[in-house]
Structure formats: C-alpha cells, structure tokens
C-alpha cells in the first residue's frame, strides 16, 4: 500500500554510520520534521548528523497528503473560545510563517509547490462556518464566507482561506538533504546523555533533537500518556477534474480532499490504531457516491500523532531539560507542524528567543480528564488475555485485515505479519503465530 508519492520519485541513499563521530546535533528521525531541523540548524552554522533507522522519508512523509495548511483540527473559532486569542494568533502565524518558508526553499527545489485556496466545509451548519471566518478575519487572515466550492453536492458553508499550498513531500524532502549529514539503517538504541548509541557505532553530540514521530524514550516526558495516535485512510482516484483547492469537512467523521496530478486524493475514515472504526470505507463510499467516474488506483493509510489540546509538542523533551529536545503531536498538519517544530527548535538550540516555545512546551499543564480519559483508553487492552503482545508495553494487539498488520489499541504502535515494527512508539519486533 503505497502512496503516489513514493511511485514518483526516487529515493537518494545514505550510509549507515560504522564509526564514532562528534557534531554539535545529533537529529534522531529522517522524516519532513528531522530533515527540516537539521537543516535550518545548519543553516545557523551548526553541524548536525541525522540519524535514520530506515530510509529518509520512509515514514510517515511519504503517506501525508502534504497540504500547507492553517487547517486544524480544532477551528479558530473553537480554538479562540478554549484557548484564548492570544495563543490562536501565536498558532495561526506560526502556520503562516511556515507556509513562507516552504514556498521560499521550494523556489530552489523542483516539488510541483502550488499556492490555492483551501476550504473547509460545512454541509449543515452555514452560522458555523461564518463564525470560523470571522474567528480567521480577527486573526489577519483575509478569509472569505462561501457556498460556491468545486464539490459536486451543495454544502452549507465553507470558510475559504488564500495563501495555502500543496506540494509533493518527497520531492520536497529529498531536495532538502543536500548537504546534510544523514546515516541511514542507523537506529539509536539509547542516549548515554547527549551521546546516541546506534548498533555500530556513537554520535557524541551536543544537543539532541528527537523526532521520530511519537517520541521513543518513554522514561521520560509521559508522551504516551498525552498523546495518541490516529489512523487516516486516503485513496488516489484517476478521472476526476481537478479541484483548484484543498477541502476539508468541519465534521468529525468528514473527509478531506486534494488534487496531485492526474489523481484525486480522498481521505478520511479516522481512528485510533487497533480500535474499530470504518477506515477505507469512507473514501471509498465518497467516491462511489460523488465521483462515480473516477477510478480508484491506489490506496493507503497514513498516521497521526494528537495531543490532548491540539496543540504540537516542540521544546525540552522533559521538564526542565536543556540538552535533549522534541518535536511530536502535529495531528493532521504534519507539513506545516514539521517546519514550525523545526523553526522552534533552530531558535531554542541556537540561543534565540521564539514567541511560541511557551505554548508549545511540551511540559505545559494538561487538563487532567483528557488525561484520565487517555490513560484508561490503555487500560482494556492492557488487560486483555489476547496474544500477540505489543513490545512497548505489553497491551494486546488486533489483527487489523485492512492493511494486514498488528495494530497496538494502546498507544498506537504497528507491526507486519512477521512482526517486524512499522510504527513506534514500540522499539522492536514481535513475535507472531497466526
Ligand atoms: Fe504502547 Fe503498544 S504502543 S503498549
């Protein structure tokens, strides 16, 4: 099941690391989010060496739908009425910026970028919808309220919102490696402090930044406890006009829509990992119902790491450290989340003062019901009699038949058939008998 990303473009390699070396940042995780840090750190004048377990871009890059967006899945309107408007704003801008900085490097780095609108729809509720874009209007963004979308069924509402982009992440992530010291087959095992050990050799670093998605040291930081993970299901159509925008349904259970090409992706069918849910059903059925026309050529799933108050973890990976960092909890805007993760970090490592490093700490205060609410989703499964067992913490795995895998209901992790780890944040494989 992979993406049309990954058909289009071929990957550059990388070595694996065989002997020790010192630089002043090690970057655990060669996705869009480690690949960017590493990057605007060097930049900076800072030597880093990206550290990979398997490929660059092997991960979570290469099934995102890659939207630049200032869509979350909290709307502003929402978000200014539980948050406050000062720490929308930080957000919204935040996003913006990010939004700049692609469009700035992908001037030099041929990734089919295109600035449009994006829209987020609403099929019921038009009052909704003019809230949200009276919410972005007070914010500075120039949105618009209308009902004329390219959708082929009339919707009550959207919120259209300039200066998005899409690209190819891919091509982006690739072009964004040059010159950078990147490791691949290297997986970190531990950290001695600042030093990662890996299978054959050590980076003796002066900061490390993880970012491997859910972060992997689970002694520290409780990422497991204020954080889950979803599972998002996107098909690749052929025969469908292209839309000219982004889509997105304000609606829980909605889809979200893009054109790449000659394909139209739809996606949606959202739920955690190993927990029941309807997953490619719903594109599918959307397809069936509006684009009768279009063919379905390609299928995949994609995941996502959520916070309890939608908002990214960037900062010290736990309270009150200064040497080792993290950038995780993006939700659905994992493009636009990585570039802000990494932006943070570039300032917080290099001395520099950024207006968002307090919002997004990732040791800010939660609430404690989404908490306990987190927490005891584990619970059930941990306690379960089933087997497989997950190598994380032990829960109970589901057979998920969809994508022919093991899926942890716990925190999320993914294993093959074989029991070889696809998603963290489990460290190693399973051993399976079916
Ligand atoms: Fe934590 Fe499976 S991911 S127990």
């Known amino acids: 099941m992979r993406s049309v990303w990954s058909e289009t473009v071929s990957p550059p390699s ?8 010192s630089v ?23 030597e880093c060496a990206v550290l990979e377990a398997d490929r660059v871009g092997g991960g979570i890059t ?15 309107a929402e978000r200014i009425r539980k948050q406050g408007f000062e720490a929308a704003k930080l957000l919204l801008d935040a996003e913006r910026d990010a939004i700049g900085r692609f469009r700035a490097h992908a001037e030099k780095i041929p990734c089919e970028l295109t600035v449009l609108p994006a829209l987020t ?5 038009a009052e909704k919808m003019k809230a949200e874009v009276n919410a972005l209007r007070s914010l500075g963004l120039d949105a618009t309220f209308t009902t004329d979308t390219p959708l082929p069924f009339p919707v009550a509402g959207a919120a259209q919102m300039p200066g998005t982009a899409q690209f190819h992440p891919l091509k982006f992530l690739y072009g964004m490696t040059n010159g950078l010291q990147i490791y691949e087959q290297t997986k970190v095992l531990r950290l001695d402090g600042t030093t990662a050990v890996t299978e054959r050799a050590r980076v003796n670093a002066k900061k490390i930044v993880v970012a491997t998605h859910f972060p992997f040291i689970n002694r520290h930081g409780l ?9 998002s299901f996107v098909i690749a159509c052929k025969g469908a006009k292209p839309l000219g925008c982004t889509i997105m349904d304000e609606a829980e259970d909605g889809v979200y829509l893009r054109s790449a090409g000659e394909f139209l992706l739809i996606g949606g069918g959202d739920r955690r990992p190993g927990k029941k849910g309807c997953g490619f059903d719903v594109p599918r059925e959307f397809r069936q119902r509006y684009y009768p026309q279009a063919k379905e050529v390609r299928a995949w799933g994609n995941q996502d790491c959520v916070t ?51 919002l997004f ?13 987190n927490g005891g989703e584990a619970v059930k499964d941990l306690l379960a009699l089933r087997r497989p067992r997950c190598s994380h913490m032990g829960c109970a795995l589901r057979w998920n038949p969809e994508e022919k895998s093991w899926d942890c209901p716990c925190h999320g992790s993914r294993f093959r058939a074989n029991g070889r780890i696809i998603d963290n944040p489990a460290t190693r494989g399973i051993q399976t008998k079916r």
């Open 361 to 373: 700490d990732p040791s800010r205060r939660m609430k404690p019901l989404p908490l306990l609410r």
């Open 121 to 125: 729809y609403s099929l019921c509720d």
């Open 308 to 358: 309890l108050d939608d908002l990214p973890y960037i900062g010290p990976y736990r309270s009150g450290g200064k040497d080792v960092f993290v950038m995780t909890g993006f939700g659905g805007c994992g493009m636009t989340g990585s570039m802000i993760g990494a932006s943070v970090l570039a300032d917080e490592l290099t001395g520099q003062k950024n207006r968002c490093a307090k």
């Open 14 to 21: 990388f070595p694996r690391l065989e002997k020790d070396v």
């Open 62 to 76: 290469a099934n995102t739908t890659a939207v630049l967006s200032v869509q979350t899945e909290t709307l502003n």
């Open 223 to 231: 990422y497991f406890l204020k954080m889950y993970q979803k599972r």
């Open 24 to 46: 002043d940042v090690a970057v655990i995780g060669g996705g869009m989010a480690g690949v960017l840090c590493a990057a605007l750190l060097r930049e900076r004048g800072l």
